[in-house]
């Protein structure tokens, strides 16, 4: 293969991020072809695009610095400047045969994890605003759906735990029962540390509701909530909810403000 098949086929490449492409991307690709990365063991195709692809939504464009080729390997240097947030460097070896892209492996620049990491935060923040409007609409289904498979709650009220998906479903069920009308609910203080597909969240949430029997519940408690990334989309897999309480009396604290 000549230089320039090679060049144009990388540079089609990464054009179809910039263009946010997937068909002109799927073209590139053989049937078998490998992704590996200090993220990834050769991934299939399928999973490639599950837990690459949502990436082209952050790319601004790749600046081409450098291609080499050597045999049926081609070697690329590019900076990636994202649409928000860090530009970072890579090196990426791409391998080439009958004009289809087999095999990539990329090798990460030094702030390749951090500008990673900030983009897996920005998910996470994404996903907790709009499980946020989910429960102020008092939404079932938009408030657990991002729950795991195994995901364990650590709630402020009985039982102890609980454990799986519909646990958390059966949970939102029932307190949203209890309010009459919309809730007022936000989160103060969201903190979110991300990477490498695991992330985690603390913050104070609040809730300012009308419940069915007239009273008016006002409330803050601690949250700390964990994430998976999973076939490239981010679940819950733990939750903790929290208030303190009065050692002198053994009650719980549920007049406190921040």
């Known amino acids: 293969m000549n230089e320039s098949h090679a060049a144009e086929i990388i540079r089609r490449y990464y054009g179809a991020y910039e263009s946010k492409d997937k068909e002109a991307l799927e073209g590139l690709l053989s049937d078998d072809f490998m992704f590996s990365s200090p993220h990834d063991d050769r991934i299939n195709q399928q999973t490639y695009f599950a837990k690459c692809w949502p990436f082209s939504e952050k790319v601004r464009a790749f600046h081409l610095e450098r ?3 050597d045999g049926d390997k081609v070697f690329v240097l590019y900076e990636c400047e994202p ?3 860090v530009t970072f460097r890579n090196v990426e070896v791409f391998r080439i045969e009958h004009g289809k892209v087999k095999e990539v492996v990329v090798y990460f620049g030094r702030k390749t994890r951090d500008a990673l990491a900030e983009s897996e935060a920005e998910e996470i923040r994404g996903l907790a ?5 989910a429960i102020r609409a008092k939404d079932v289904e938009g408030a657990t759906s991002m729950a795991a498979l195994d995901y364990i709650l650590f709630d402020v009220v009985e039982p102890l735990r609980s454990i799986g998906a519909n646990a958390s479903k059966s949970r939102a ?3 949203f029962s209890t309010f009459r009308g919309p809730i007022g609910y936000e989160i103060r203080d969201l903190q979110i540390t991300a990477a490498c597909g695991v992330g985690f969240s603390h913050g104070l949430n609040h809730v300012s509701a009308t419940k069915t029997d007239g009273n008016r519940l006002d409330m803050w408690w601690r949250a700390t909530v964990c994430y998976r990334k999973m076939d490239g989309r981010w679940r819950i897999t733990h939750e903790h909810n929290s208030v303190p309480f ?3 009396n053994g009650k719980a604290s549920l007049g406190l403000e921040p």
């Open 129 to 133: 605003d709009k499980r946020l409007e």
């Open 67 to 69: 291609i080499a080729e």
């Open 83 to 85: 649409a928000n947030g």
């Open 246 to 248: 009065d050692v002198t």
């Open 173 to 175: 069920e029932e307190w």
